[in-house]
């Protein structure tokens, strides 16, 4: 691989971070770093500089970058971790949406083969060459959009070999100027629509037949653990075969119904419980006590019109959060896990540093990335969001349109098209 070229930020109005290798919880999470005239350094894609820009002049001032960005008037913030996104699949769902809001219900447009089921029928419908492409796409914005570094689950598959070769998609996607791209298996998304009648033989096919061959590929496994789709009982089954297949865990927990799903990832350790709307204190101190961090989800919790998940109580129990866009087709279609930021502060409660290091270095820590990103310290890989913008609560404050100027990728300068 050639060397990435040195790369330098030089006269940031602030540089917005939080700061360490490991996740932050309670008061901490809402602790960052803000400097004021601020200038940032790259050598080999790792950051070997971040401070103020009087600093920066006096060490380095005679020796330039090979590539030096002028962000006068900017914010230099980490590039945003996405810790939750559906990136595989094909069709388009947007119809539904007229649907939806002229009262009809889920349940009756996922009847007439709308929903999930529409999605599952056109992501086996498509080429893999067509797949792959619907991919990129997707991961092109969200890195126009910020994101540097993005957990990608399948589950849109469901049969073993489809699984398999969205999970193949994942773990070969090595885009340079792509987001870095942690691949879960979500094959107990839902059960296959053809053996819904048989659901113990997909708990079977996954835990015997997929999850050896997913192995090498996926760093995590996720189980959707919900009323009417996976019982407590079946996620334990699969999600202690993805343990003894050496990776690590992820739940989606208690969204529409308070079901048992957060206690089994407190169980389990898992390294992450996701959605966690319907929660109450019992769920909120079994993972305060496992260390298992809560990943948010507020643009799916607004999209749906649902209460948000408690964010205050898990804070205010030493309960790591983490903030997500659950990019899917069906309940939260958004590349940008900027525009959650709002709904993180506005609907949840969570204050601007909170969420910033919920979108940061929580995100990475809850996908054992915290060594790596996450945060501008040097040592750590420079992927860094340019924000057009005098500080970092503009992401927040200044809502609804793209603010990023660019990001660095591993040390590589994606500048954002200029309007
Ligand atoms: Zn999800």
């Not at 388009?92 to 889920?106: M, Q, V």
């Not at 914005?141 to 489809?162: I, N, P, Q």
């Not at 870095?180 to 107990?188: E, F, G, H, N």
Request: hydrophobic letters at 45%.
């Amino acid at each position: 691989m050639p060397a990435v070229p040195s790369l330098e930020f030089r006269n940031a109005a602030c540089l917005a971070t939080p700061t360490g290798t490991a996740v932050r919880a309670g008061k901490k999470q809402g602790e960052i770093l803000r400097i004021e005239g601020a200038a940032v350094r790259a050598e080999n894609g790792r950051l070997t500089f971040v401070g103020t820009e009087t600093e920066y002049a006096k060490t380095w001032g005679s020796r330039p970058a090979e590539v030096s960005v002028d962000a006068t008037g900017m914010t230099l913030l980490p590039g945003l971790v996405d810790a939750h996104t559906h990136p595989v699949w094909a069709g388009d769902r947007g119809p539904e949406i007229g649907r939806r809001l002229a009262g009809e219900s889920y349940a009756s447009i996922a009847a007439a083969g709308g929903g999930i089921r529409a999605t599952v029928a056109a992501t086996r419908a498509a080429s893999d060459e067509e797949l792959r492409q619907l991919l990129r796409r997707r991961l092109a914005r969200m890195r126009s959009c910020g994101t540097t570094t993005v957990e990608a689950k399948t589950g849109y598959g469901l049969t073993v070999s489809d699984e398999l070769r969205a999970l193949r998609l994942l773990a070969s996607e090595r885009g340079e100027i792509l987001p870095r791209i942690v691949p879960t298996l979500l094959a107990a998304h839902e059960f296959p629509p053809e053996s819904r009648d048989r659901p113990d033989e997909w708990v079977e096919a996954i835990a015997s037949e997929i999850l050896p061959q997913a192995a090498g590929m996926a760093k995590f496994c996720d189980v959707f653990c919900e009323e009417g789709v996976f019982t407590v009982a079946q996620s334990r089954r699969i999600l202690t075969a993805a343990r003894t297949a050496g990776m690590g865990i992820r739940i989606h927990a208690d969204e529409l119904t308070r079901y048992g799903g957060a206690l089994l990832a407190a169980e389990l350790s898992a390294a992450s419980a996701d959605h966690l709307l319907r929660i109450g204190d019992e769920e909120i101190a079994a993972l305060s006590r496992s260390g298992t961090i809560a990943v948010l989800l507020p643009g799916t919790a607004w999209w749906m019109r649902a209460r948000p998940a408690p964010a205050r109580a898990l804070i205010e129990a030493g309960v790591p959060v983490a903030v997500a866009s659950d990019a899917n087709p069906g309940t939260c279609f958004t590349e940008s896990l900027a525009s959650v930021a709002a709904h993180a502060c506005l609907d949840s409660g969570l204050s601007v540093e909170e969420t910033l290091t919920g979108m940061t270095l929580n995100a990475a820590a809850s996908l054992g990335l915290a060594a790596e990103t996450g945060s501008l310290e040097t040592g750590k890989s420079a992927d860094v969001l340019v924000l057009d913008a005098p500080d970092d609560r503009h992401l927040v404050y200044h809502w609804g349109v793209n603010l990023v100027a660019g990001v660095s990728l591993r040390g590589l300068w994606v500048p954002s098209p200029t309007t």
